[in-house]
T-cell receptor, first 112, second 112 residues
Framework: GEDVEQSLFLSVREGDSSVINCTYT??????LYWYKQEPGAGLQLLTY?????DMKQDQRLTVLLNKKDKHLSLRIADTQTGDSAIYFC????????????FGQGTELSVKP | DAEITQSPRHKITETGRQVTLACHQT?????MFWYRQDLGHGLRLIHY???????NKGEVSDGYSVSRSNTEDLPLTLESAASSQTSVYFC???????????FGPGTRLTVL
């Protein structure tokens, strides 16, 4: 079946790097996403990676995909207090009509 | 600017009442989705639609229904509200079946 797992909490100091990890079970997934949710708001797409890529970099964000281990990570460089939020990993299984399967979300707390 | 809106933003109702949550998007997207967000579960798909007159059940559809009479709107109805349906509800839309989903701000529903 389809399942996406994340650790629930991560705390870092301002200026450090944050690494949020995610594992998924469906190897047919075509796209893997990272969404950010700020308090009281909806989800906003941060970045995504296509399943035939190993890495994607976008300014302070680096996404790494290990297809063999079905492991996805999001690295935020120079983490700022404004990065405090819940981060969701999500997959789109192949031929499932674009349905998103979400992880539980990782709450990132950035301390000054 | 194109957007996706939800109303009401907050709703308190009683067990057994029928409740309808509205979702409206101005992007002319064919695909629309309803999710619920609960602590420890991330977001779970309730219903989705690929176009006018098309509706499909998601992972947690029991007790919910949707209808799609036009491109812009996908209202979610709770036929007889139950306390287990207390949650935050998010609507989303997308252009293609695989690709970024744009989320509304959410509706917090409390069933007493």
């Amino acid at each position: 079946g389809e399942d996406v797992e994340q650790s629930l909490f991560l705390s870092v100091r301002e200026g450090d790097s944050s690494v949020i990890n995610c594992t998924y079970t469906d190897s047919s997934s075509t796209y893997l996403y990272w969404y950010k949710q700020e308090p009281g708001a909806g989800l906003q797409l941060l970045t995504y990676i296509f399943s035939n890529m190993d890495m994607k970099q976008d300014q302070r964000l680096t996404v790494l995909l290990n297809k063999k281990d079905k492991h996805l990570s999001l690295r935020i460089a120079d983490t700022q207090t404004g990065d405090s939020a819940i981060y969701f990993c999500a997959e789109t299984p192949y031929n499932q009509g674009g349905k998103l399967i979400f992880g539980q979300g990782t709450e990132l707390s950035v301390k000054p | 600017d194109a957007e996706i809106t939800q109303s009401p933003r907050h709703k308190i109702t009683e067990t057994g009442r029928q409740v309808t949550l509205a979702c409206h998007q101005t992007w002319n997207h064919n695909n629309m989705f309803w999710y619920r967000q609960d602590l420890g579960h991330g977001l779970r798909l309730i219903h989705y639609s690929y176009g006018v007159q098309d509706t499909n059940k998601g992972e947690v559809s029991d007790g919910y229904s949707v209808s799609r009479s036009n491109t812009e709107d996908l209202p979610l109805t709770l036929e007889s509200a139950a306390s287990s349906q207390t949650s935050v509800y998010f609507c989303a839309s997308s252009v293609g079946r695989e690709g970024e989903q744009f989320f509304g701000p959410g509706t917090r529903l409390t069933v007493l």
